[in-house]
């Protein structure tokens, strides 16, 4: 959604595979930070096994207690992240609705989202109805049968595209 609107189009393979190499690393390296500082079976077990790890930082007897802070970070990325989904949805529709006004997609795509936010009733049924659907029905869809068509399409394209060139 966010591609389209870059302004070097020359440049968007490169940054796109720098941020996919510089997040993946990260995510990398804060999962062995983890299990570094609390051992893999307790880590296994814990809902959020980063605050658990933040509990126990102790800088000098100064320092401690910084999960608040830790969890204030957490808040400030879910909500950027969340912004992002919800600008992609909006941009997304107000592109399928070609003569629609963006405020009002806008405003449906938010009362749609804020509709949705009620049909959770807790966190565990939230997190179980990601791993019992999600993975099973979502996750084989959007993550390897639609990525494989694309590239399958794209490479048939290729083919075709090459003998017609040949061919004249």
């Given at each position: 959604?966010?591609?389209?609107?870059?302004?070097?189009?020359?440049?968007?393979?490169?940054i796109s595979l720098?941020?996919?190499?510089?997040?993946g690393g990260f995510l990398i390296f804060f999962n062995?930070?983890?299990?570094?500082?609390?051992?893999?079976?307790?880590?296994?077990?814990?809902s959020f096994p980063l605050l658990r790890a933040v509990r126990l930082i102790e800088i000098a007897d100064f320092l401690e207690r910084v999960d608040p802070l830790v969890i204030l970070l957490i808040y400030v990325g879910l909500f950027v992240k969340m912004t992002a989904f919800y600008l992609g949805a909006a941009l997304g529709l107000s592109s399928l609705w070609k003569n629609s006004r963006h405020g009002v997609v806008t405003l449906l795509t938010g009362g749609f989202i804020y509709l949705l936010t009620f049909t959770s009733p807790s966190y565990i049924f939230h997190i179980w109805i990601g791993f019992e659907y999600n993975l099973?029905?979502?996750?084989?869809?959007?993550?390897?049968?639609?990525p494989l068509l694309l590239a399958a399409t794209i490479a048939a394209k290729g083919i075709f595209s090459k003998k017609g060139v040949s061919s004249r």
């Open positions: 959604m966010f591609w389209k609107h870059l302004n070097e189009q020359k440049r968007l393979a490169k720098w941020s996919y190499l510089f997040v062995i930070l983890i299990l570094t500082i609390l051992d893999p079976s307790i880590s296994s077990i814990s099973r029905f979502h996750f084989p869809v959007f993550q390897i049968w639609i």
